[in-house]
């Protein structure tokens, strides 16, 4: 456990910016969307994703096809627990194996969306739930990054679409 490396992150202040600036504008917009409408427009797996999407948003795994897919897959596998065998602990723990598989099938694996079977079956949530906040709120997030990070000329998002 002993090692003499240090870490490879640098740090760059318009990096740093642009960061703040995505995450802030992803999570106020869906913030003020909750407080203007009946409906809940947030999860805590999105602060996750705007950390991939403005902060490492080259990678792999940032894309828009991961962000929108990956928690809807995740959601979809969580929904389908719950509703299926309710709230427990080898709900919870099965949800979370399958929502991983099944990302990484469906090539959409986002890690954030790891998190999103436990949110639904301790939420309980409905399954209007991958609609509202989960696809919408996930296509905000997407469509923020698309202008905040296109705004740097060094910076061309999404890298791929498919």
């Known amino acids: 456990m002993k090692t003499c490396a240090r870490s490879p992150l640098k740090i760059n202040i318009k990096d740093v910016a642009t960061g703040?600036?995505?995450?802030?504008?992803?999570?106020?917009?869906?913030?003020?969307l909750t407080t203007m409408t009946s409906?809940?427009?947030?999860?805590?797996?999105?602060?996750?994703s705007c950390v991939l999407a403005f902060g490492i948003w080259n990678a792999p795994?940032?894309?828009?096809?991961?962000?929108?897919g990956g928690h809807?897959?995740?959601t979809f596998v969580g929904l389908v627990m719950y509703h299926s065998f309710g709230n427990n602990a080898w709900t919870l723990g099965i949800g979370v194996g399958?929502?991983?598989?099944?990302?990484?099938?469906?090539?959409?694996?986002?890690?954030?969306?790891?998190?999103?079977?436990i949110v639904v079956i301790l939420g309980a949530s409905p399954w209007s739930y991958?609609?509202?906040?989960?696809?919408?709120?996930?296509?905000?997030i997407v469509i923020v990054a698309l202008i905040v990070n296109n705004?740097?000329?060094?910076?061309?998002?999404?890298?791929f679409w498919l």
């Open 151 to 159: 705004l740097r000329s060094n910076r061309s998002y999404p890298t």
């Open 72 to 74: 809807s897959v995740a």
């Open 20 to 32: 703040f600036i995505g995450g802030f504008l992803s999570i106020l917009a869906l913030s003020l």
């Open 130 to 140: 991958i609609f509202t906040p989960v696809l919408i709120g996930s296509i905000l």
């Open 98 to 117: 399958l929502a991983i598989a099944a990302m990484m099938l469906t090539k959409t694996t986002h890690p954030p969306a790891g998190a999103d079977p």
């Open 39 to 48: 409906n809940l427009w947030l999860m805590a797996p999105f602060g996750a």
């Open 61 to 68: 795994l940032s894309q828009p096809r991961n962000i929108i």
